[in-house]
């Protein structure tokens, strides 16, 4: 049976991490939970991959982006699926679980002034993402993430 990602909880710790979205850090989690979808993200098509939970939503993303006319907005795609620690902390990233992507990071660089178009923080939002440029202490204008508590 297909896991019904709607009903799973939003998390708001790493144990719900771990307990809802998998242990990344476990042989088989990449097989069991992350999927590749191809966008178009800078006038071609990229292959970007992410956590089952978060496919639906990112699919709607680029749809709202296309048919708003906004899909130029995208100019590079950065990244997503990497198990790693926060950058500059012990904790690990969303990256690490595929629920956090990256777009247009030479633009907007880790604490920099955000300039991320207002058309695409407003599409990922509208589908349930958090923007990295309305984090506290340290902006993060490239990163959008799952709408999971940026304290954790």
Known sequence: ?????????????????YKYYGDPRQPGFEAKYIVTQAHQVGGRMVNIP??????ERLHLVFADLIA??????LETFDGSFAIRPIRGASNPSLHSWGLA?????????LGAKPTMPAAVVAAFKRHGFAWGGEFHGRPDGMHFQLTIPHTI
């Not at 049976?1 to 991490?17: A, E, F, K, R």
């Not at 708003?68 to 907005?73: A, Q, S, T």
């Not at 992507?101 to 633009?107: C, E, G, I, P, Y």
Request: net charge negative.
């Open 68 to 73: 708003e006319g906004n899909i130029g907005l």
């Open 1 to 17: 049976m297909t896991q019904d990602w709607s009903t799973v909880p939003i998390p708001g710790s790493y144990d719900d991490l």
């Open 50 to 55: 992410c956590h089952v939970a978060a496919q």
């Open 101 to 109: 992507f990256d777009f247009n990071a030479a633009k907007n660089p």
